[in-house]
């Protein structure tokens, strides 16, 4: 079995040595770029964040956390993508080329705007089976997104509760939305008097349910779905927690592919040569 693997590996960088070769032979300046180990890199990297990634959620409650999740690694793959772009464009100028004709460097523009703008857009994509896991969750058919949201947002999201109201239906009308959302009944009661949660606003009496925390969770899940309904329906906004996510979509994600391009091929000349070119020597 290992010596199949050896096989296996030593063949592997055998064809790579080849492939190498032939790219430098037949189109040196492709060969500049490495595009080709570029796009199996990335092909890994999606390969393995597809094999961790969480592409389910089995309650409501549950795309609070997703959604969170979901922004947070969009975040970091990004940075990840730009710091790869960074060593990538250094690694092509750390091979000089001299002073070819400017025609010459069409290759490395294309070649480092298809992969600047693979890179870009990645994390976009693999942010999608996850707001797709969001939109999608099952909801009790009583369920009213909007209906639901505003309910749990008013009194400051239930932290400053007026005395009449908990002699309303309303803390019971609370308990069944955010039953939908946790999928088992929740228990909270009026906070007592002199308890942590008292908040200056409660100065009248106000008071909010205790335990916090069961509303401010239930109204970041409504709120999850809810965006994630708008953002894949294409109808968000910048005030959308996903609006980031959706630089996919954007034309500036081509035109910041094709400037890093465009840039990759200026600095290929050595500084002598703009020297020149604006001094005039």
């Known amino acids: 079995m ?6 296996v590996y030593v063949s592997l960088l055998a064809f790579i040595w080849r ?26 990297a999606v390969i393995a964040a597809l094999t ?40 092509i100028n750390n091979t000089r080329v001299g002073e070819l004709a400017p025609h010459r460097h069409i290759v490395t523009v294309v070649a480092v705007a298809i992969g600047s703008y693979l890179w870009l857009v990645t994390p976009s994509l693999l942010a999608y089976p996850r707001l797709n896991a969001i939109k999608w969750i099952e909801l009790d058919e009583a369920a009213d997104l909007n209906k639901d949201f505003n309910f ?5 999201d239930w932290s400053c509760v007026p005395p009449d109201v908990w002699n309303t239906s309303e803390p019971n009308r609370l308990r069944a939305i955010l039953a939908r959302y946790y999928e088992y009944e929740v228990e909270f009661k009026k906070a007592a008097e002199g308890s942590f949660f008292i908040q200056p606003c409660h100065l009248n009496g106000d008071r909010p349910i205790d335990p916090s925390s069961l509303v401010d ?10 965006a ?14 996903f609006y980031s996510i959706g630089i996919g979509r954007s034309w500036w994600v081509a035109a910041a592919a094709l400037g890093i391009g465009i840039l990759t091929a200026i600095l290929s000349y050595p500084r002598y040569v ?7 020597d």
């Open 52 to 91: 961790f990634m969480q592409t389910s959620i089995k309650r409501p409650i549950e795309a609070a956390d997703l959604a969170s999740s979901t922004v947070i690694c969009w975040w970091s793959q990004l940075v990840g993508a730009v710091g790869v772009l960074f060593l990538w464009v250094r690694s």
């Open 228 to 241: 994630a309904r708008s953002f894949l329906e294409s109808n968000y906004d910048n005030e959308n927690k």
């Open 19 to 44: 492939l190498d070769r032939w790219l430098l032979l037949r189109a040196p300046m492709l060969w500049r770029t490495r595009l080709p180990y570029l796009l199996v890199l990335l092909s890994l």
């Open 152 to 156: 749990v947002s008013q009194y400051s």
């Open 2 to 7: 290992i010596a199949r693997i050896r096989n």
């Open 217 to 226: 969770r239930g109204k970041e899940a409504i709120g999850s779905i809810k």
């Open 274 to 280: 703009w020297r020149r070119t604006f001094a005039g």
